[in-house]
Protein backbone atom coordinates (compact mmCIF):
# COMPACT_ATOMS: atom_id res chain seq x y z
CA UNK A 1 0.00 0.00 0.00
CA UNK A 2 1.12 3.46 -1.02
CA UNK A 3 1.11 6.57 0.70
CA UNK A 4 -1.11 9.73 -0.10
CA UNK A 5 0.85 12.55 -0.51
CA UNK A 6 1.95 14.81 2.70
CA UNK A 7 -0.99 17.18 2.70
CA UNK A 8 -3.92 14.48 1.81
CA UNK A 9 -2.23 12.52 4.53
CA UNK A 10 -2.91 15.27 7.25
CA UNK A 11 -6.61 13.45 6.97
CA UNK A 12 -5.71 10.35 6.95
CA UNK A 13 -7.02 9.69 10.60
CA UNK A 14 -10.36 11.42 10.14
CA UNK A 15 -10.75 8.81 6.96
CA UNK A 16 -9.88 5.60 8.88
CA UNK A 17 -12.58 6.36 11.15
CA UNK A 18 -15.20 7.44 8.89
CA UNK A 19 -18.94 6.39 8.85
CA UNK A 20 -22.05 6.05 7.82
CA UNK A 21 -24.94 8.86 7.51
CA UNK A 22 -27.95 10.02 5.38
CA UNK A 23 -26.92 10.58 1.80
CA UNK A 24 -29.47 11.56 -0.62
CA UNK A 25 -28.28 9.03 -4.11
CA UNK A 26 -26.52 10.95 -6.33
CA UNK A 27 -27.21 9.46 -9.65
CA UNK A 28 -30.80 9.57 -9.55
CA UNK A 29 -31.71 12.56 -7.54
CA UNK A 30 -34.03 10.75 -5.03
CA UNK A 31 -35.08 12.93 -2.23
CA UNK A 32 -34.92 10.33 0.46
CA UNK A 33 -31.55 9.86 1.97
CA UNK A 34 -29.60 6.34 2.75
CA UNK A 35 -31.51 6.14 6.01
CA UNK A 36 -35.14 6.02 4.53
CA UNK A 37 -33.52 3.49 1.69
CA UNK A 38 -32.25 1.29 4.65
CA UNK A 39 -35.42 1.74 6.04
CA UNK A 40 -37.15 -0.13 3.67
CA UNK A 41 -35.17 -3.29 4.63
CA UNK A 42 -36.51 -6.13 2.31
CA UNK A 43 -33.94 -8.99 4.06
CA UNK A 44 -30.82 -9.13 6.02
CA UNK A 45 -28.46 -12.38 5.20
CA UNK A 46 -25.25 -13.81 7.11
CA UNK A 47 -22.19 -13.41 5.14
CA UNK A 48 -21.73 -17.05 3.96
CA UNK A 49 -21.07 -18.45 0.47
CA UNK A 50 -24.31 -18.92 -1.95
CA UNK A 51 -24.74 -20.27 -4.71
CA UNK A 52 -27.13 -17.82 -6.30
CA UNK A 53 -29.43 -14.80 -5.14
CA UNK A 54 -32.29 -15.83 -2.96
CA UNK A 55 -35.69 -14.67 -3.27
CA UNK A 56 -36.27 -10.97 -2.51
CA UNK A 57 -32.60 -10.87 -1.52
CA UNK A 58 -29.12 -10.48 -2.01
CA UNK A 59 -26.03 -13.44 -2.72
CA UNK A 60 -23.72 -12.00 0.15
CA UNK A 61 -20.95 -13.24 -0.92
CA UNK A 62 -21.73 -11.59 -4.76
CA UNK A 63 -22.56 -8.61 -2.78
CA UNK A 64 -19.43 -8.37 -1.10
CA UNK A 65 -16.97 -9.52 -4.11
CA UNK A 66 -18.79 -6.65 -6.48
CA UNK A 67 -18.16 -3.70 -3.66
CA UNK A 68 -14.91 -4.82 -3.53
CA UNK A 69 -14.21 -4.54 -6.95
CA UNK A 70 -16.00 -0.77 -7.73
CA UNK A 71 -13.39 0.12 -5.29
CA UNK A 72 -10.41 -0.95 -7.24
CA UNK A 73 -9.49 2.18 -9.26
CA UNK A 74 -8.75 1.20 -13.31
CA UNK A 75 -5.27 2.81 -14.55
CA UNK A 76 -5.40 4.87 -16.94
CA UNK A 77 -8.53 6.66 -15.85
CA UNK A 78 -8.93 9.31 -13.07
CA UNK A 79 -10.54 8.39 -10.26
CA UNK A 80 -12.90 11.38 -8.84
CA UNK A 81 -14.33 11.32 -5.43
CA UNK A 82 -15.72 13.64 -3.02
CA UNK A 83 -16.25 13.24 0.33
CA UNK A 84 -18.03 15.14 3.31
CA UNK A 85 -17.31 13.87 6.78
CA UNK A 86 -18.59 14.66 10.19
CA UNK A 87 -17.12 13.36 13.54
CA UNK A 88 -19.08 13.58 16.24
CA UNK A 89 -18.22 12.75 20.35
CA UNK A 90 -20.55 13.47 23.42
CA UNK A 91 -20.31 16.75 25.19
CA UNK A 92 -18.34 17.74 22.43
CA UNK A 93 -19.20 20.01 19.20
CA UNK A 94 -19.15 18.47 15.56
CA UNK A 95 -15.93 18.31 13.81
CA UNK A 96 -16.78 18.75 9.65
CA UNK A 97 -14.54 18.46 6.95
CA UNK A 98 -14.88 17.92 2.70
CA UNK A 99 -12.42 16.67 0.67
CA UNK A 100 -12.60 16.38 -3.18
CA UNK A 101 -9.80 14.97 -5.13
CA UNK A 102 -9.26 14.03 -9.23
CA UNK A 103 -6.44 10.89 -9.07
CA UNK A 104 -4.70 9.70 -12.34
CA UNK A 105 -4.54 6.08 -11.37
CA UNK A 106 -1.49 4.58 -12.20
CA UNK A 107 0.82 7.61 -12.21
CA UNK A 108 0.30 9.27 -8.96
CA UNK A 109 -0.68 12.59 -9.92
CA UNK A 110 -3.53 14.13 -8.09
CA UNK A 111 -5.53 17.28 -7.02
CA UNK A 112 -7.18 17.72 -4.30
CA UNK A 113 -9.32 20.29 -2.67
CA UNK A 114 -9.39 20.44 1.44
CA UNK A 115 -12.19 22.15 3.13
CA UNK A 116 -10.69 21.30 6.63
CA UNK A 117 -12.57 21.85 10.62
CA UNK A 118 -10.54 24.70 11.08
CA UNK A 119 -8.94 27.16 8.50
CA UNK A 120 -8.37 27.99 4.76
CA UNK A 121 -9.12 26.18 1.99
CA UNK A 122 -6.15 24.20 1.05
CA UNK A 123 -5.92 23.19 -3.40
CA UNK A 124 -2.82 21.29 -3.70
CA UNK A 125 -1.70 18.54 -6.19
CA UNK A 126 1.12 16.45 -7.30
CA UNK A 127 2.09 15.42 -10.76
CA UNK A 128 5.01 15.19 -13.25
CA UNK A 129 7.57 15.50 -9.42
CA UNK A 130 5.97 19.16 -8.81
CA UNK A 131 4.42 19.65 -5.96
CA UNK A 132 2.00 22.74 -6.54
CA UNK A 133 -0.35 25.29 -4.13
CA UNK A 134 -2.72 28.00 -5.06
CA UNK A 135 -2.34 30.92 -3.19
CA UNK A 136 -5.86 31.90 -3.34
CA UNK A 137 -4.65 35.53 -1.82
CA UNK A 138 -2.27 36.04 -4.12
CA UNK A 139 -3.96 34.54 -7.14
CA UNK A 140 -0.90 32.61 -8.07
CA UNK A 141 0.31 28.93 -8.34
CA UNK A 142 3.41 28.26 -5.97
CA UNK A 143 4.92 25.30 -6.90
CA UNK A 144 8.19 23.20 -6.03
CA UNK A 145 10.39 20.17 -7.26
CA UNK A 146 9.03 17.06 -5.63
CA UNK A 147 12.02 14.45 -4.49
CA UNK A 148 10.25 11.31 -3.96
CA UNK A 149 8.78 9.53 -6.91
CA UNK A 150 5.18 9.52 -7.77
CA UNK A 151 3.00 6.69 -6.24
CA UNK A 152 2.22 3.70 -8.92
CA UNK A 153 -1.67 3.66 -7.23
CA UNK A 154 -2.64 6.25 -4.23
CA UNK A 155 -4.32 4.54 -1.34
CA UNK A 156 -6.58 6.78 0.73
CA UNK A 157 -7.54 5.67 4.41
CA UNK A 158 -11.20 5.54 3.52
CA UNK A 159 -10.38 2.50 1.05
CA UNK A 160 -8.38 0.75 3.23
CA UNK A 161 -11.26 0.83 5.54
CA UNK A 162 -13.82 0.02 3.68
CA UNK A 163 -11.92 -2.64 2.27
CA UNK A 164 -10.70 -4.18 5.93
CA UNK A 165 -15.01 -4.68 6.75
CA UNK A 166 -15.76 -6.21 3.17
CA UNK A 167 -12.67 -8.71 3.71
CA UNK A 168 -13.52 -9.55 7.27
CA UNK A 169 -15.73 -12.50 6.65
CA UNK A 170 -18.42 -11.32 8.99
CA UNK A 171 -20.76 -8.81 7.63
CA UNK A 172 -23.93 -8.55 7.23
CA UNK A 173 -25.16 -8.08 3.66
CA UNK A 174 -28.99 -5.56 3.95
CA UNK A 175 -31.12 -4.70 0.79
CA UNK A 176 -32.65 -1.49 0.39
CA UNK A 177 -34.37 0.18 -2.04
CA UNK A 178 -31.47 1.57 -3.84
CA UNK A 179 -28.78 0.83 -1.54
CA UNK A 180 -26.80 -2.27 -0.01
CA UNK A 181 -25.73 -2.04 3.32
CA UNK A 182 -22.82 -4.28 4.50
CA UNK A 183 -22.31 -4.18 7.92
CA UNK A 184 -19.82 -5.80 10.70
CA UNK A 185 -19.58 -5.00 14.61
CA UNK A 186 -19.63 -1.16 14.83
CA UNK A 187 -18.10 0.05 11.32
CA UNK A 188 -21.45 0.17 8.32
CA UNK A 189 -20.84 0.48 4.45
CA UNK A 190 -23.55 1.67 1.89
CA UNK A 191 -23.17 1.05 -1.64
CA UNK A 192 -25.35 2.20 -4.65
CA UNK A 193 -27.53 -1.25 -5.14
CA UNK A 194 -26.80 -0.69 -9.28
CA UNK A 195 -23.05 -0.28 -9.23
CA UNK A 196 -21.89 -0.53 -5.73
CA UNK A 197 -19.79 2.67 -5.74
CA UNK A 198 -19.78 4.18 -2.42
CA UNK A 199 -22.48 5.96 -0.74
CA UNK A 200 -21.42 6.14 3.06
CA UNK A 201 -18.98 4.80 5.53
CA UNK A 202 -19.03 4.72 9.10
CA UNK A 203 -17.67 3.31 12.36
CA UNK A 204 -18.68 4.40 15.91
CA UNK A 205 -17.24 4.08 19.73
CA UNK A 206 -18.89 4.47 22.80
CA UNK A 207 -19.47 7.52 22.85
CA UNK A 208 -18.70 8.89 19.03
CA UNK A 209 -18.22 8.24 15.74
CA UNK A 210 -17.48 9.62 12.56
CA UNK A 211 -19.47 10.09 9.13
CA UNK A 212 -18.11 10.16 5.70
CA UNK A 213 -20.93 10.75 2.95
CA UNK A 214 -20.25 10.76 -0.41
CA UNK A 215 -21.64 13.02 -3.43
CA UNK A 216 -19.27 11.72 -6.07
CA UNK A 217 -17.34 8.26 -6.30
CA UNK A 218 -16.75 8.00 -10.53
CA UNK A 219 -13.81 6.98 -13.08
CA UNK A 220 -13.56 9.30 -15.72
CA UNK A 221 -11.70 8.54 -18.75
CA UNK A 222 -8.32 10.48 -19.55
CA UNK A 223 -8.43 12.93 -22.33
CA UNK A 224 -7.46 16.52 -23.01
CA UNK A 225 -10.30 18.02 -20.85
CA UNK A 226 -9.84 15.71 -17.81
CA UNK A 227 -6.46 16.42 -17.58
CA UNK A 228 -7.24 19.17 -17.04
CA UNK A 229 -8.44 18.73 -13.43
CA UNK A 230 -5.23 17.37 -11.93
CA UNK A 231 -3.50 20.96 -12.51
CA UNK A 232 -3.91 23.90 -10.37
CA UNK A 233 -2.62 26.16 -12.78
CA UNK A 234 -5.32 24.66 -15.39
CA UNK A 235 -7.94 25.33 -12.82
CA UNK A 236 -7.15 28.99 -12.68
CA UNK A 237 -6.72 29.96 -16.00
CA UNK A 238 -4.29 33.67 -16.33
CA UNK A 239 -2.56 33.03 -12.68
CA UNK A 240 0.67 33.30 -12.10
CA UNK A 241 3.06 30.35 -11.50
CA UNK A 242 6.04 30.40 -9.44
CA UNK A 243 8.20 27.56 -8.82
CA UNK A 244 9.87 28.64 -5.41
CA UNK A 245 10.95 26.48 -2.47
CA UNK A 246 10.98 28.92 0.14
CA UNK A 247 7.51 30.60 -1.06
CA UNK A 248 6.18 26.92 -0.92
CA UNK A 249 7.33 26.38 2.39
CA UNK A 250 5.93 29.32 3.47
CA UNK A 251 2.46 28.89 1.88
CA UNK A 252 2.04 24.80 3.12
CA UNK A 253 2.49 26.30 6.68
CA UNK A 254 -0.26 28.96 6.09
CA UNK A 255 -2.80 26.73 4.74
CA UNK A 256 -2.05 23.86 7.50
CA UNK A 257 -0.96 26.15 10.27
CA UNK A 258 -3.85 23.65 12.36
CA UNK A 259 -1.99 20.32 11.13
Known amino acids: ?34 AAA ?17 PGGVAPASAVERAAQALEPRRGTILHFHMVGRQFEDGRPDVRWEHETWMHVGTGAIRTVQKPPVGAVAETAVGDHVESLWDAERERVVERSSGQPEAVLTEDGFRGEALALLHSGRAQVTKGRNTLRIAEGNRAYVVDGDDYTPIALRTRGTSGGTVLRFKVYESLPLNAETEKLLSIAAQHPGARVVRDEAAFLALQRKLFANG
Do not use: H, I, K
Request: glycine share 8%; net charge positive; no cysteine.
Open 38 to 54: VAAVLVVVNLLPSGGDR
Open 1 to 34: MTQLPPNLARYRFQLERAVAADLRRRRRRRAGGV
